[in-house]
């Protein structure tokens, strides 16, 4: 697959899931009466369904991270190349913010919007901490045995952590960036942001280390499987 | 696989289709007490959960399209013969009349009602392009490298599609004029159908235009696969 | 596998069913605060899902009927020795009986007593003709090529039936007995229950006379196949 | 696998599956405006999808039990090697607690708190009977002819029985436990703990001699299978 192959879908990959988690959450808010919870819920089954087929249709083109923080890890574990990163992270970040502006366009909102949703404090620091985490670890973990099902298994993952964590598990600084531009359900105040993605980067980086010692197989051949396999081998 | 066997699989299955997405709308909105989000989440739950079962059971018959944009992607892709376009259009279009007819007939509804459901304007048509174009990209990617996930993928895409769309996904124009007959939950209007069929076929060219630069050798092979393999092979 | 194990695993399989239908529906009913979609949605839930597991663990040892309409049309494929069907389908009626038993125990209810909810009409006898052909078809359709997806696919297309037919899809005459001794959300009265299985009969007659058309390598093989493999090959 | 990986795999996974458990309840009984039945079916959805992923991903490590019954029963059909059961046991409860501390935190509740949440009598004590009976013969049914299918059954039948016991399905000694330390959504009171264990470890002895008996070649195989397989093989 050439670089620029793997570029595009890196972007349409992000931007079809943020399309989706933002389009869902609006769509569900509207519907739902007030009650959060099946907003929320709207919100997950979307999410999670959304993202095992992103993966499984991207996957074997470049991997399907649409996640900075996945890209990170893998480039440290020796998948990626690290000349690599910077290419990798552009794309998810402007196909992140292609995506919100689908979205908007299709329920009639602006393009872009300063979210006024308040996330802050240590509970939902601890939370994203938590939440890439455990994403992380369901990546790597997956990947050593059954790498068939990282797909599934992140999709799942996802749908769990929305409503395990506090924060409705982020979980991904691309995803977090492009979110602050959108005042709707899914929303987050850009003054919020960074806290957020230091706190993504620090849980990324304590699973791969976790399981470079946990499963070591996978971290010895971890530039021959992620590169390849990632996503939907 | 004789063309009479496979029509019928057609015909029949978009007929389960319809009976599903009709059915399944009438009885949510009669349960849910007003709140349209309970409706919409059981509508979704059965049309995700029927399409991977009818792509599953008819796919190696017919190759489960159920959706002429997907039969005219498919044969300009070189892999349904062109003759055979007409009879599988006409076999979905059929179907999903009888399917929307067996509805209303479980439901005690007229055989047939014309909808009054106001589905129209630019955001619409733009969720139309964008839902047929990401189900086009799931099942050109997911033949690409695990064509037996391709059922899976297919009805998780159209749980989420519900959701991050403000059409709701009708993402198939024999599915809409079918719909146009049903004056219940999931029904649109007559005069509102033809943009909709427009921004599919739009949504269907665009994604299998791409997907044939983004992973050629779906392309080259693509009428091996697909005539034998497409849905569950 | 001996008979008397088979029977075993049909009487408790279908027990379990017979469980999961009514005390899902039991606890449903009592959280959802009068609004019967969610206490449907549960019910579904719990009722696909249990689906699924029950025929991947019985399903090796006794093909997983659960359910006479389908002991039935597998022994008129072929499949069972007819000599056998009567001991499957009072292994799967005793079994259901006991599964109501225990459901009714767990929630404080009366050990059996007579179904109060009226269920009966031309729509909801065409609702179980249509439910019970569609359960068989997706047997048949699933057997042919993929085997090993008959679980899944049997728990997805009950829950999507459970929305789609008017009378929430029993399309089963052992599970329709028992649930006329429940009188719970799950119940059906007495007096309803023998139109409800012929329609169920008929239907799953019509599915197997068009699938021994549709893909006749099913009814040639069916023999070999189903007993073996029916459920989780 | 060393010991010491196990033993940190086993809990490790309990802890995530007690902040899954603790946490979704949490979540959902805030955002479901009183309405139990959706607060309950969130937590289902998180519980359900997040067992898949957790036996997915420290199966192969460990065996993914995270619950003293599964240990105890394993070790009875000789898998685990009777001198681990102990560490195991340890690991879990710990692994516990920490989960509940961990879930607690990103809530802001207190670290631990002994729950008020009444659930007693022999109607709950059955539930639990069933539901761990049905656990065990989930786990022993799948490993004999499908293994691969354990993570993804044990998921679904959590899913199912949170629904259809009255108990809600703790059907885990560590996990009983531990949700006495937690007065939120998924509590129990400490005096009402006993009896479930007791009850809990009774239906996973049962369910264990019966699959002894229909399955003969589980046990026969146990030492081989279990150890290397359970979970995800």
């Known amino acids: 697959m050439s670089f620029r192959r793997r570029l595009v879908a890196e972007g349409l990959g992000t931007a079809l899931l943020l399309a989706i988690v933002v389009g869902s959450g609006i769509m569900g808010e509207r519907l739902a009466d007030g009650n959060v919870a099946i907003a929320l819920l709207a919100n997950t089954l979307a999410t999670?369904?959304?993202l095992v087929v992103l993966i499984l249709v991207f996957g074997p083109v470049s991997g399907g991270h649409f996640n900075p923080a996945v890209t990170l890890a893998d480039a440290w574990e020796g998948g990626l190349p690290r000349a690599e990163v910077p290419g990798y992270v552009a794309a998810q970040v402007i196909g992140a913010f292609l995506g919100v502006a689908a979205a908007?366009?299709?329920?009639?909102?602006?393009?872009?919007?300063?979210?006024?949703h308040i996330r802050t404090g240590p509970s939902?620091?601890?939370?994203?901490?938590?939440?890439?985490?455990?994403?992380?670890?369901?990546?790597?973990?997956?990947?050593?045995?059954r790498p068939e099902t990282v797909a599934f298994a992140v999709?799942?993952?996802?749908?769990a952590a929305y409503w395990f964590t506090a924060s409705t598990s982020f979980a991904n600084p691309a995803v977090t960036?492009?979110?602050?531009?959108s005042?709707?359900?899914?929303?987050?105040?850009?003054?919020?942001?960074?806290?957020?993605i230091i706190a993504q980067l620090l849980g990324a980086f304590a699973a791969t280390a976790l399981f470079r010692w946990l499963t070591p197989s996978v971290s010895e051949h971890a530039d021959e499987v992620v590169v390849r396999h990632d996503g939907a081998p």
């Open 155 to 159: 999709g799942l993952y996802i749908s």
């Open 104 to 116: 908007h366009l299709m329920f009639q909102e602006p393009l872009f919007s300063a979210s006024m």
């Open 177 to 181: 960036l492009a979110r602050a531009a």
């Open 183 to 196: 005042d709707t359900f899914a929303g987050i105040r850009p003054v919020d942001a960074p806290p957020f």
């Open 124 to 145: 939902q620091w601890w939370s994203e901490f938590v939440a890439t985490f455990g994403l992380l670890s369901v990546i790597w973990g997956c990947l050593r045995s």
């Open 48 to 50: 999670g369904a959304g």
